[in-house]
């Protein structure tokens, strides 16, 4: 009879294992989100697009640039070229060039256009938060919030950051004291939409010692509609210190401090929005690249595996369902 397997979590990761394991087992994912993407999703604050999470990628594997052909033959993955500049604090050292052929690809014509588009035959259950796993009688048993069940399953993998995977385990598992070492650092993501251009001299910008660390026009990506929108990133550390502050006053201090760098007032911009990712990336990645438990049948994969890049989501999952397939 054909296993079952029950993916938690549709970003990169889980949607990389449902794809791989397709067709040798049944599979079903559970998204807690009202869509897929995880870290790799776009809001949408009508007029104004923005990708808050993964900013664009890279692809250095074989096996990601092969995972990812269809995507780029149908042009829902560009390369994004722009202007980088480099802060120094408040000092403008230098404006790059990023070029087609430096590689720096984006989803088009959003960043959840790839996720969207890699889970459309997978069997994704959306705003579905599984709170309790337990196993009966060799099989695992799925349960969200108000302890309704998801049915029976033989194999259960997490795709989440280390943290809410450990959530959902006990230290009957093999990886769990594992997990427990993983610190994740956190970051808060402004957004900003604008009815003027900023008219800026570059399109994105890395900031060294500042509490934002990163600077995007995302309508500078390709396919975007022509609306100015900003995406401002706070460094780790400032997002370490502020994770319990009230998201108004981180708010109130990520805009005023880009308004400084940028010379410019958001304070009357049409759209400012903030958002905290708690599990943005781990502080020591493990060794391995996930971790598996044969005699529970369980395992957990995601990017913090790796590099916490898109593409270490994808090894981190491509790796697991090599495994699993063995
Ligand atoms: C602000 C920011 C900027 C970034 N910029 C870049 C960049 O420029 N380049 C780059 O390569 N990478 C970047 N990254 C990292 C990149 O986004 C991640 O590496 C990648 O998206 C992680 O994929 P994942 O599948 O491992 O995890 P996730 O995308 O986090 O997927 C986990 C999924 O599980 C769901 N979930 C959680 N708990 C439950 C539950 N109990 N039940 C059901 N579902 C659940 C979540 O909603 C989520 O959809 C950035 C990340 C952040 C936060």
Redesign the pocket.
Known sequence: MTKNIAV????????TIALKMKGKFKVKV????ND??????TRKEIPFFFD???????INTVDFKNFLLELFSQKTIKPWSFRLAYFEGQYLSKIKLIKDSDKFFVGAPNMDSIIKHLSKNCNVILN????TITKKNGKWNLYDHNKKSYGFYDWVIL???AH?SL??ITNKISFYSLIEKIKMKG?F?LMVGMNKSLNLNYDAALIKNEDIA?LALNNSKPSRTNKNCLII?SSHEYASNNMNTSKDKVLKHILSTSCNLLNYDLFNSTTIKIHQ?K???AEFPPKENFFIDHKEKIAV????FIN??????FT??NELSKELLK
């Open positions: 938690i979590g549709a970003g990169l990761a889980g949607t559970f998204e807690k989100s897929v993407g995880g870290r790799m999703s808050h999470g993964a900013q664009f990628f890279k579905t938060k599984i709170e795709s989440l950051p809410q959530e959902l970051c993501t990163w990133n990712w599990y943005a990336e994969c995601g990017d913090w916490s890049r898109v593409e270490g989501a981190s999952a």
